[in-house]
């Protein structure tokens, strides 16, 4: 997957399926990488949509 493919819902049902959407929104919203990253890898997202998330996650003018 690449930038352009990009699918936020895709990452969502996959946290929801491990009921982590809360928590996720929680570390997205206070710039909790750290957080954010373990409860992906909980939801067994892969690195590169993982790495994805966090480009979006620091770019101040991105709508995630």
């Known amino acids: ?3 352009s493919d990009f699918e936020g819902t895709l990452v969502l049902e996959m946290l929801a399926r491990i009921d982590a959407i809360d928590e996720f929104m929680a570390a ?3 710039d909790d990488y750290e957080k954010a990253v373990d409860l992906m ?3 067994n997202i ?3 949509t993982i ?4 480009k979006k996650m620091s770019d ?5």
């Open 1 to 3: 997957m690449n930038e």
């Open 28 to 30: 997205v919203d206070s």
């Open 60 to 64: 101040p003018y991105d709508e995630h």
């Open 46 to 48: 892969d690195t590169d």
């Open 51 to 54: 790495e994805i998330v966090l």
């Open 41 to 43: 890898k909980a939801a």
